[in-house]
């Protein structure tokens, strides 16, 4: 098993934020959505969301390679931070 290390500048980003959201999270102070609410973007996609025709009973917990490959080239991850 080979251990990739995270890019600096990956890290100084998503700590900068990570922090405040988290606190905010567990305050409780933002509500959470279902997600069947929202639109099925290409990042809930890679992220292992169904297609709204599928009835799924429970979702793997590892990622493929093809949708790691596809989250990792996802601008709207990368905009989210």
């Not at 922090?19 to 099925?40: D, F, H, T, Y």
């Not at 790691?68 to 905009?79: K, P, V, Y």
């Amino acid at each position: 098993m080979t251990i990739v290390k995270p890019v600096g500048s990956w890290t100084a980003a998503v700590d900068a934020q990570a922090k405040s959201l988290l606190a905010v999270a567990a305050e409780g102070k933002r509500p959470m959505i279902r997600a069947s609410l929202l639109k099925n973007t290409a990042l809930m996609k890679s992220l292992g969301r169904p297609m709204r025709e599928q009835i799924v009973s429970m979702r793997p917990s590892q990622l493929t390679t093809l949708e790691a490959i596809d989250l990792s080239n996802e601008a709207s991850l990368a905009e989210a931070f």
